[in-house]
């Protein structure tokens, strides 16, 4: 993870996609939490309902809840497919509480994220 | 790009190397899905194992009210008839065809390609005393050798998204119903757009999850299912876009596989199987949601030119779910 951090992802670039997208969060409509766990890993919410933003944390009102090993979450991001992250879900590297789809309403910041340099970098790596 | 539904008369066809090959793969592929144990899908289907889009007449409605609603609303449309005999293309566990038996006195034969699916029609037949009404066949839908003009309603719920040539289809169907008879079609279809992209052979993502999980999946757009209506001598009466009460059922079916995942997990199914289907049905939700998958019910009859026209309701007041009009 030299190079990548998690808080490059939640307080730099999906922030900037998050203002450069201002129909992504309409798309959405929720609160949805990510509790990466292990080494580079941290809570994160995307609050995208009235007043969009991305805070440190968990949300106790998120519609839904992932949670995903730091490895694991760097190797989705870095793939940046939706197909991959339910394949990981089936095989219980992904779990969830709460409305899965709803969590499915990301696609287009992780399509989005995939492309960074550094995120594409770390894959190479 | 072939869009172009072929009209084949009084087909029998399976006379053709091609079809033969797709016809196997069908009987190979399709049931793996279906022939998973009927308790699995009981977890989660309501009493009817209605396994298509059931109506909601409200957002909050209970799916077993939904389910029964479904088929209430279908049987208004073809103004089933004591003395009707129907054919259910694609039948599941047979909700349509008992709710027919049973609530409308109709006889009904149903055709699957799941072992497991007949076996358990034709025994809760048997039990309900319903034997000499309801039967359920195991045939692919491109083998339908029934006598010609057998049916006076035929129907498919759930089922054009496993056929490929929907104009081989219809074209039996046609020669299956008798004159001025009733069709109605129950399934999803794609936006023009995605279709378009399917046939240039560019994949998305919902094509890739939806194949995956029913084995064969083919995403028609909904004036590609009217053109091969059209073709094989149906009108279309009417046309209903279902697509929010789809994502309606799928949510109940999510809800109620994940509150019963300690029975399900533990009893029923593997843990792999299980999570396999909440992945499917969340993907499912998302694909209605973001417009990729929309759902119909579309109402035909067969006609004939030069042949007068009989007098037909000039309201839809009699399809309306709880008008009184029958």
Redesign the interface.
């Known amino acids: 993870m030299e190079g990548l951090t998690a808080s490059y992802i939640f307080d730099h670039l999906a922030p900037k996609f998050i203002e450069d997208n201002p129909g992504f969060p309409c798309r959405v409509n929720a609160v949805v939490s990510i509790d990466i766990l292990g080494e580079g890993g941290g809570s994160w919410t995307f609050d995208l309902t009235d007043n969009p933003r991305v805070y440190r944390g968990l949300a106790d009102d998120a519609k839904c809840t992932l949670t995903v090993s730091a490895s694991d979450f760097y190797a989705l991001l870095a793939g940046g497919?939706?197909?991959d992250c339910?394949?990981a879900?089936?095989q219980?590297r992904i779990n969830f509480r709460g409305h899965?789809?709803t969590a499915?309403?990301l696609?287009r910041l992780l399509v989005s994220l995939a492309k960074d340099p550094a995120i594409a970098e770390h894959s190479r790596i | 790009m072939e869009t172009e539904a072929r009209a084949l008369e009084g087909t029998r066809p399976v006379d053709d190397p091609a079809v033969e090959e797709k016809i196997s793969f069908d009987k190979q592929a399709i049931p793996t899905h279906y022939d998973l144990p009927p308790a699995f899908f009981a977890s989660f289907l309501g009493p009817w194992m209605a396994y298509s889009c059931a109506y909601f007449v409200d957002e909050d409605g209970s799916l077993e009210r939904a389910e029964e609603d479904k088929l209430l609303l279908t049987a208004k449309k073809l103004r089933l008839k004591e003395d009707d005999c129907i054919l259910d293309v694609g039948c599941g566990w047979g909700s349509f065809i008992f709710f027919a038996a049973e609530k409308y006195g109709c006889r009904a034969v149903g055709t699957t390609l799941s072992e497991e699916q007949a076996r358990l029609v034709n025994t809760l037949a048997a039990e309900r005393g319903l034997s000499d009404r309801i039967r359920a066949d195991v045939l692919h839908v491109y083998e339908m050798d029934y006598p010609d003009a057998s049916f006076d309603k035929i129907v498919t719920i759930g089922a054009i998204e496993h056929m490929e040539d929907l104009g081989r289809v219809f074209a039996r169907c046609s020669a299956l119903l008798r004159d001025d008879g009733l069709f109605l079609v129950h399934g999803m279809t794609q936006p023009w757009r995605s279709r378009e992209e399917t046939l240039a052979g560019i994949r998305t993502?919902s094509d890739?999850?939806l194949e995956e999980h029913f084995g064969v999946g083919h995403w028609h757009s909904l004036w590609e299912v009217i053109e091969a209506l059209e073709k094989n001598d149906f009108e279309v009466l009417d046309h209903e876009n279902i697509t929010n009460h789809y994502k309606l059922t799928v949510?109940r079916w999510?809800e109620r596989l994940i509150d019963g995942e300690e029975k399900i997990v533990g009893e029923i199914t593997p843990?792999?199987k299980y999570?396999?289907f909440?992945?499917f049905?969340?993907?499912y939700?998302?694909s209605f949601?973001m417009n990729n998958t929309l759902c119909n019910q579309i109402l035909c009859r067969k006609i004939k030119r030069g042949e007068l026209r009989p007098n037909l309701p000039l309201t839809r007041e009699h399809m309306i779910l709880h008008s009184k009009e029958a």
Do not use: C, M, N, V
């Open positions: 497919s939706l197909s339910l394949e879900f089936k219980k899965l789809p499915l309403r696609e | 993502e890739d999850l949510e999510l843990e792999e999570r396999e909440i992945a049905f969340a993907s939700i998302f949601e």
